[in-house]
């Protein structure tokens, strides 16, 4: 209520006979202690059990019915309009004001702190006349003004989820206690008087989530009022949300508001009535006492039942009661607390010719799409963390990550979810990348409970990303993250990996890089093939089997195609860069064309001048196995190596000397007909005499094709 007193004109005696004439006989039942009548038969539907309570209103109280079949409650005003009565004056004390001014105006605000502040504007939804203000969840809020029912709703439907609205504003005016209050409206108003405080955006009967908890965990405030309605949900939610607090470790306290504000007085109404003097009365107003409870009914038997019954003749069945109601509740909050931070994004669907028609944008060129998952898989001690550390530098400063894959760089910062490293290590191995310490979020969880086995410890991770403004989120490894029994379980990592994925979101992030151990031959992710599945890029780690100190590096994945490269490792600055030397494939070639070179060297030395497969048969004689090509590979190797000579024979063959030894030749070799003529090496007769022969070039003849058929000397006899 406002400023002067108000009162109502009492409901009841106009709605009694019609409350009665839904009742057996027509009569109604004597109220108990409490003022509640019931059980009765509803008034507003078809009620064959009795379910249905009614607190009489007076001029100073508004009275309340409770519809315990159907969940639907409200006062005497609710309960007349339900029922077709014209209320006239009769009705709510403060009618609900048809414009942001008059709704401003009713309610001591000013029209410029909630348009400047909260970003509030006057619609129409639903056909209804309303207030439209944005919150951090990214989807808008809607406070109807026509007094009706809903009150207040979500201008996305199944977007919207419980949280802390007006944090950053309480953060803003500052102080050591945070109030946590009805509503949005009892927000702004305390806002307006210079009071910090924040309200859940749901019922106020429901206890607050892991999320909810985690952000006031956050928030920096010492102490934690709850100052909720008068009303019962108000003084039954107040405890829930105490004893929740209290359960996390945080100072609170439910404070009571004066009685005179009426049953449904809120924050809101004491702000109306003494203004900037909110806080001064806050701190004056006692602890709450609960709320006296309306009879509960059992809807089989149609008879008042408490939810434990206690017996004082029957200890045993007194105690059974109690622990039965003690486990429905554990159940219930379980419930509740699952069902809040599982909150389900709606559907992305539309129309093949609606979908936009883009180029795909990466956040690093060729490897990683933007807003991609990347799953990194490494053999044991092969540098999967050292890889993840250096793409963290490049995440932050940009620049070419391996030296090849240009990197967009975040605006924000990386979050490193470190399981298995020791936190020293990974720090002193962070800095010698080069990682701007500034802006790497490190989370150190060796020997820590997993925040992922835990949906509060979840919820505070999501919190403490969405502050520190993360934008990818790498998890070094898979294996100590995964919260699950079996890793070989498809479909339990598969829900694992959705859960992750829902949690990368939630801490407002974009891409992220789940590492993982590779099994023994390092060809493929250990466990369930359901983690590759999952990936949008599958980058793999390997060692060289024949050199256990070199690393090779490839990817595959939607619209990724890296062939297998060595890797270069620089011990000093720790930073990988691809070699561009070729696959573990090459490699092995390369090594066993060194290994021939000698073959060759000395098999030319017994035989200079010995064409490519004549050096295949020496070598095999003289005991090396050799493959299709090997011998001509490893005789250009030696070239190279400027361990032989290589000069052109004939029929295009290539002829091999031993180095120095190219020139002592002078045998004339035709090459084809019509060319100049090469030479051979001299070769000694069975005589022992060596003939000499001089270098010239071919005279053409005259052709006997009879007698020069085949000689391959184009008509010259040698």
């Known amino acids: 209520m406002s400023g002067a007193a108000r009162a109502w004109h009492?409901?009841?005696?106009?709605?009694?006979?019609?409350?009665?004439?839904?009742?057996?006989?027509?009569?109604?039942?004597?109220?108990?202690?409490?003022?509640?009548?019931?059980?009765?038969?509803?008034?507003?539907?078809?009620?064959?059990?009795?379910?249905?309570?009614?607190?009489?209103?007076?001029?100073?109280?508004p009275g309340a019915y409770v519809d315990h079949a159907i969940g639907d409650k409200g006062s005497m005003a609710d309960l007349a309009r339900c029922l077709g009565l014209e209320l006239g004056g009769n009705g709510r004390a403060r009618p609900a004001a048809p414009t942001l001014a008059g709704f401003a105006e009713a309610r001591r605000l000013t029209v410029e702190r909630l348009t400047s502040v909260w970003d509030v504007r006057q619609v129409v939804h639903a056909g209804r006349p309303a207030l439209r203000f944005p919150t951090v969840l990214g989807v808008d809020r809607i406070k109807y003004l026509d007094g009706?029912?809903?009150?207040?709703?979500?201008?996305?439907?199944?977007?919207?989820?419980?949280?802390?609205?007006?944090?950053?504003?309480?953060?803003?005016?500052?102080?050591?206690?945070?109030?946590?209050?009805?509503?949005?409206?009892?927000?702004?108003?305390?806002?307006?008087?210079?009071?910090?405080?924040?309200?859940?955006?749901?019922?106020?009967?429901?206890?607050?989530?892991?999320?909810?908890?985690?952000?006031?965990?956050?928030?920096?405030?010492?102490?934690?009022?709850?100052?909720?309605?008068?009303?019962?949900?108000?003084?039954?939610?107040?405890?829930?949300?105490?004893?929740?607090?209290?359960?996390?470790?945080?100072?609170?306290?439910?404070?009571?508001?004066?009685?005179?504000?009426?049953?449904?007085?809120?924050?809101?109404?004491?702000?109306?009535?003494?203004?900037?003097?909110?806080?001064?009365?806050?701190?004056?107003?006692?602890?709450?006492?609960?709320?006296?409870?309306?009879?509960?009914?059992?809807?089989?038997?149609?008879?008042?039942?408490?939810?434990?019954?206690?017996?004082?003749?029957?200890?045993?069945?007194?105690?059974?009661?109690?622990?039965?109601?003690?486990?429905?509740?554990?159940?219930?909050?379980?419930?509740?607390?699952?069902?809040?931070?599982?909150?389900?994004?709606?559907?992305?669907?539309?129309?093949?010719?609606?979908v936009e028609d883009e180029a795909v944008r990466w956040r690093a060129e060729g490897l990683l799409a933007t807003g991609g998952r990347m799953l990194l898989s490494a053999q044991r001690k092969t540098g999967k963390t050292i890889t993840a550390l250096n793409l963290s530098r490049d995440l932050i400063l940009g620049g070419a990550f391996l030296g090849r894959f240009r990197v967009a760089p975040v605006t924000g910062r990386v979050a490193f979810l470190n399981f298995e490293v020791a936190r020293a290590q990974a720090g002193r191995w962070g800095r010698e990348v080069g990682v701007p310490g500034h802006r790497l979020l490190t989370v150190h969880l060796r020997g820590c409970p997993n925040p992922f086995a835990d949906v509060e410890d979840t919820a505070r991770l999501v919190v403490l990303m969405r502050e520190f403004a993360v934008e990818v989120v790498i998890v070094d490894p898979f294996g100590r993250a995964y919260p699950g029994k079996s890793q070989n379980d498809a479909g339990e990592v598969g829900a694992w990996l959705s859960d992750l994925d829902r949690f990368v979101t939630a801490a407002g992030a974009s891409e992220l890089i789940l590492t993982a151990h590779a099994g023994w031959d390092g060809e493929r992710t250990r466990g369930t093939t359901a983690l590759e599945d999952w990936a949008d890029t599958v980058a793999y780690l390997v060692k060289d089997k024949e050199d256990e100190h070199v690393r090779y590096f490839r990817a595959i994945g939607r619209d990724v195609e890296v062939e297998e490269d060595r890797l270069e490792y620089d011990p000093v600055t720790r930073r990988l860069t691809l070699a561009g030397s070729g696959s573990r494939a090459t490699a092995r070639v390369e090594r066993r064309t060194e290994e021939l070179v000698e073959g060759v060297v000395e098999a030319v030395?017994?035989?200079?001048?010995?064409?490519?497969?004549?050096?295949?048969?020496?070598?095999?004689?003289?005991?090396?196995?050799?493959?299709?090509?090997?011998?001509?590979?490893?005789?250009?190797?030696?070239?190279?190596?400027?361990?032989?000579?290589?000069?052109?024979?004939?029929?295009?063959?290539?002829?091999?000397?031993?180095?120095?030894?190219?020139?002592?030749?002078?045998?004339?070799?035709?090459?084809?007909?019509?060319?100049?003529?090469?030479?051979?090496?001299?070769?000694?007769?069975?005589?022992?005499?060596?003939?000499?022969?001089?270098?010239?070039?071919?005279?053409?003849?005259?052709?006997?094709?009879?007698?020069?058929?085949?000689?391959?000397?184009?008509?010259?006899d040698l």
């Open 10 to 61: 009492p409901l009841w005696p106009d709605l009694a006979a019609r409350v009665a004439a839904a009742q057996p006989g027509g009569r109604l039942p004597k109220p108990n202690a409490d003022g509640w009548l019931g059980p009765l038969r509803s008034p507003l539907r078809d009620d064959e059990h009795p379910s249905f309570s009614v607190k009489p209103d007076s001029e100073t109280d």
């Open 148 to 354: 009706a029912k809903p009150k207040c709703s979500w201008a996305a439907s199944g977007k919207g989820h419980a949280h802390c609205y007006g944090l950053a504003e309480a953060r803003r005016i500052g102080g050591e206690v945070l109030d946590i209050v009805n509503g949005e409206v009892s927000v702004w108003g305390a806002s307006q008087a210079g009071v910090p405080a924040v309200c859940f955006c749901v019922g106020e009967d429901t206890a607050p989530s892991a999320e909810v908890i985690a952000e006031l965990q956050a928030s920096g405030f010492a102490r934690f009022r709850v100052v909720y309605d008068r009303d019962k949900a108000g003084r039954d939610g107040a405890p829930k949300v105490v004893a929740a607090l209290r359960a996390a470790g945080l100072d609170a306290v439910a404070l009571e508001l004066p009685a005179d504000l009426g049953e449904h007085g809120d924050v809101d109404d004491l702000h109306q009535r003494v203004g900037d003097r909110l806080g001064e009365v806050l701190a004056g107003l006692p602890e709450m006492v609960p709320a006296a409870t309306p009879p509960a009914v059992d809807q089989d038997a149609g008879a008042t039942a408490d939810t434990a019954t206690s017996d004082p003749q029957n200890p045993f069945e007194d105690a059974v009661s109690r622990e039965v109601l003690t486990l429905r509740v554990r159940a219930e909050a379980k419930r509740r607390v699952a069902a809040e931070c599982g909150t389900r994004r709606p559907f992305d669907a539309a129309l093949l010719q609606d």
């Open 605 to 716: 030395t017994r035989e200079p001048g010995a064409t490519t497969g004549r050096l295949g048969v020496l070598m095999r004689e003289a005991g090396l196995g050799l493959q299709r090509g090997e011998a001509g590979r490893a005789a250009r190797a030696a070239a190279d190596a400027g361990r032989i000579v290589c000069k052109p024979g004939s029929r295009r063959s290539v002829l091999h000397f031993p180095k120095g030894a190219e020139a002592d030749y002078s045998r004339v070799v035709p090459t084809s007909p019509g060319g100049t003529l090469g030479v051979v090496p001299t070769r000694t007769y069975r005589d022992g005499t060596t003939p000499v022969l001089v270098e010239a070039p071919m005279v053409p003849g005259p052709v006997n094709t009879k007698t020069d058929r085949g000689k391959g000397n184009g008509g010259v």
